[in-house]
């Protein structure tokens, strides 16, 4: 069983940065892809970006791509989510999640499908104001 813990979400100006952090406990972390996703308000969640197991693909939406950027630090069993360049459109909960499932299946179909993640964050708010 995989504990996740995110922390990092505030308020922010639009333009403005963020970086969101995710600890996990209680697993093999390494193991692990790590996603982010968000829901805003009255919306699905959505799918923002992930990693793999061993940190070397890295996969993005593209509302966000070239703003966000997904790292992980299997020191701390930490994954992080940095945000650059908020916009409005940003405000959402935001959610980290597990995956063993996705292991090599290293497709933005696969990373970005909810349904292969099996542990899921509380989620962290991020308000971004205009």
């Known amino acids: 069983q995989v504990q996740l813990v995110e922390a990092g979400g505030g308020l922010v100006q639009a333009g403005g940065s963020l970086r969101l952090s995710c600890a996990a406990s209680g697993g093999t972390y390494s193991s692990y892809a790590m996603g982010w996703f968000r829901q805003a308000p009255g919306k699905k969640r959505k799918f923002v970006a992930a990693?793999?197991?061993?940190?070397?693909?890295?996969y993005y939406a593209d509302s966000v791509k070239g703003r966000f950027t997904i790292s992980r630090d299997d020191a701390k069993n930490t994954v992080y989510l940095r945000m650059d360049s908020l916009q409005s459109d940003d405000t959402a909960v935001y959610y980290c999640?597990?995956?063993?499932?996705?292991?090599?299946?290293?497709?933005?179909?696969?990373?970005?499908?909810?349904?292969?993640?099996?542990?899921w964050g509380r989620g962290t708010q991020v308000t971004v104001s205009s």
């Open positions: 990693i793999n197991y061993s940190g070397s693909s890295t």
């Open positions: 999640a597990a995956s063993l499932s996705v292991a090599n299946r290293l497709r933005i179909g696969v990373v970005s499908s909810q349904d292969e993640y099996r542990y």
